[in-house]
C-alpha cells in the first residue's frame, strides 16, 4: 500500500507492481483490458517522469546550498550536477513515452474485439472529428 509519505517504500512497491504487471501481460486472455492498460500506464509513467524531475529539483538545490554532500566539495557539485542531469533528461524522455502511451491508448479506443466467449457489447457509433459548433 503507498504511503504518500517514503518515498523508497513506495519505489519499492511500484517495481513489485511493474514486475507483476510485466509477468500479467506476457499472455492476454481478454484484449479488452488492454485499453485500461493503457490508460494506467500512461499516468504512471507521466506520475514516474514527475517524480524524476522532483528528485532532479533535490539535487539542483543541494548543489547550489552546497548542503547534504560530505568531502570535496567540487566533487560533490559535479555529482549533483550529474545526477540532476540525468534525471531531468530521463525525466524529459517519460514525458515523450507517456504521450506515446496516450496515443496508442487513444487508438485502443476504436477497436471493437469480438470473440465467441466474450458477451456482446453494443458498438457505439464513433463521433465526427469535427471540432466546431453544433447545434
Known amino acids: 500500500m503507498p504511503t504518500f509519505e517514503n518515498p523508497a517504500a513506495d519505489a519499492d512497491e511500484v517495481q513489485t507492481a511493474l514486475r507483476a504487471l510485466a509477468h500479467a ?11 485500461s492498460v493503457l490508460g494506467s500506464l500512461t499516468s504512471a509513467v507521466a506520475s514516474l517522469s514527475q517524480s524524476l524531475h522532483q528528485l532532479a529539483t533535490f539535487h539542483d538545490g543541494a548543489a547550489k546550498k552546497g548542503v ?18 540525468e534525471l531531468h533528461r530521463a525525466g524529459e524522455i517519460l514525458h515523450q513515452v507517456s ?24 458498438e457505439t457509433p464513433h463521433r465526427s472529428v469535427d471540432h466546431g459548433l453544433s447545434l
Do not use: K, L, M, N
Open 68 to 85: 547534504w554532500v560530505a568531502g570535496d566539495s567540487r566533487a560533490g557539485r559535479a555529482a549533483t550536477h550529474q545526477v540532476s542531469w
Open 25 to 35: 501481460t506476457r499472455s492476454i486472455d481478454d484484449p479488452r483490458q488492454i485499453y
Open 99 to 122: 504521450e506515446s502511451i496516450a496515443s496508442a491508448h487513444g487508438a485502443e479506443s476504436r477497436i471493437t474485439y469480438v470473440h465467441p466467449d466474450f458477451p456482446a457489447v453494443a
